[in-house]
């Protein structure tokens, strides 16, 4: 069955979208940017690595026949969720991007928020802090400017050497309980959190524990994005799809 349905994924709820389209017997894929070594099986087929670009996203969802897609990915993956936008608009492709509430700071949080990675860098000029950067591989080249700290660093994959001059790192796969990261923070004595503001349940566990332990949070705020469709779980997507004409094979 040929696909309708193009879902970008890499977060929790477009694993939880892929398994709606599966139990359901709606025709769709699911795309994975690549940056895991080893991405989340899926109940429906599944393609893994980048588009190209935006004219390559474009020559994929007219070669696929691709009539709707949902962006799932996370939200600071801004360039895809750009060029989806641009593609979709492009090819006269339905476009909702499924997503999920920022978090907002509640009694007793310590927040410093910046606007983006290279001001998470500098609010970390200052003596030596033993600092949980909860951000992926993506960015970690840029604290090396800041080499007084101790990083803990939490990644999906093995890895080689990395560009920070102190670092632990832990190997684990959320998501991750409130008790994980209180153990977490405790054992490595962190006294500072570096985090993006994912939003959603699946990764607020360290933001909860670091308030249970008077933690201070450099919260690094969402980048802003084109104007597009905001759907909130698959319910809405389902929704969605039945008053937008898509062919659900079924």
Known sequence: MTPTLLILGGTTEASALARVMADRGIAAVFSYAGRTEQPRKQPIPLRVGGFGGVDGLVRYLRDTGITHVVDATHPFAAQMSRNAVAACRATGVELAALTRAAWQPQPGDIWRNVADIEA??????????????????????????????????????????????????????????????????????IDLVVSKNAGGNGARAKIDAARALKVPVIMIDRPALPARLELFGPDQVLDWLDHSGTDRGV
């Open 120 to 189: 998470a860098v500098a609010a970390l000029s200052g003596p030596r802090r033993r600092v949980l950067l909860a951000l992926g591989r993506m960015h970690l080249a840029r604290f090396a400017v800041q080499p007084q700290h101790h990083y803990l660093l939490r990644l999906v994959d093995e890895h080689g050497a990395l560009p920070l001059p102190e670092y632990t790192s832990v190997i684990a796969r959320g998501p991750f309980t409130f008790a994980d990261d209180m153990e977490l923070m405790r054992q490595y004595d």
